[in-house]
């Protein structure tokens, strides 16, 4: 089973801690605030929420603080550590019983709006997973959080270090990679494979890297007409997680 530190998201900035603070829904496991902070109004009321949900509050220095926001520039003093069960490493996944049919696996979405909207289609449409690498991709921030309405906090994301090593680690236990390339002959809908699949979908402008596209297992494309050249990453997330498996 994953650890508490693998399942954590660290949310930063006042507006978007105080509104999670103010869910009952989400488990909040820690806030923090910077030792510089000057009274205000929305700081009270970020501790007394966090004295009566029995949340720990640790103090720190600005410094200390931005290594843990991960963002000094816009955390405003604050930040909070926000419990999400649905997340698990890829070793954790892994080794999981049964088997997961679909996941997505983000590769370069550098917009953080896409981020979230991407995360919203992906658990709307049920899909069993997404993978995250750590570096490459927009930061799991207030921004995506927003996009995301939420959904973020109980979306099944299997962090990861490195795509291409998880990819491969995903290949080796029978896993199809498949690639959406406008140039590819096989349209999303014409795909019956039965093979477990994870669908690579790239960076917004550049597409899925050369690296990546490399260990393409399948390449199938998304009918387009009216000369429409592409779809948004969030729309094309969503065809993916409805398709009939």
């Known amino acids: 089973m994953p650890g508490p530190f693998d399942q ?21 496991y820690r806030l923090h605030l910077a030792d510089s902070n000057k009274p205000a109004p929305v700081l009270t009321e970020m501790e007394t929420l966090a004295a009566e949900r029995g949340i720990e ?11 843990i926001s991960r963002k000094g520039s816009q955390d405003q003093g604050v930040a909070l550590d926000v419990m999400c069960p649905s997340f ?8 999981q019983p049964g088997r997961a049919r679909r996941l997505l696996a983000a590769d ?22 997404i993978l995250w690498p750590r570096a490459g991709n927009a930061a799991l921030g207030p921004l995506a959080i927003k996009a995301s309405v939420g959904t973020l906090f109980r979306a099944p994301l299997i962090r990861c270090r490195d795509l291409g090593d998880a990819l491969r680690a995903c290949q080796a236990v029978g896993y199809r990679v498949c690639v959406l390339d406008a140039a590819a002959e096989l349209s999303i809908f014409e795909d019956k494979s039965d093979a477990d699949s994870i669908y690579v979908l790239g960076n917004e402008t550049s597409g899925v890297s050369e690296a990546i596209a490399a260990l393409a297992d399948s390449r199938v494309h998304i009918p387009m007409q009216s000369g429409v050249e592409s779809l948004n990453v969030a729309v094309t997330a969503a065809l993916i997680a409805y398709l009939e498996r």
Do not use: W
């Open 8 to 28: 954590l998201i660290t949310v930063y900035g006042r507006k978007a801690v105080l509104e999670a603070l103010r869910d009952p829904s989400l488990d909040c």
């Open 88 to 95: 698990t490493t890829l070793d954790d996944f892994l080794a």
């Open 108 to 129: 370069g979405i550098t917009n953080p709006q896409n981020v979230g909207m991407l995360v919203r289609s992906a658990v709307a449409g049920g899909i069993d997973g």
């Open 57 to 67: 509050v640790q103090r720190h220095g600005k410094r200390e603080l931005s290594r």
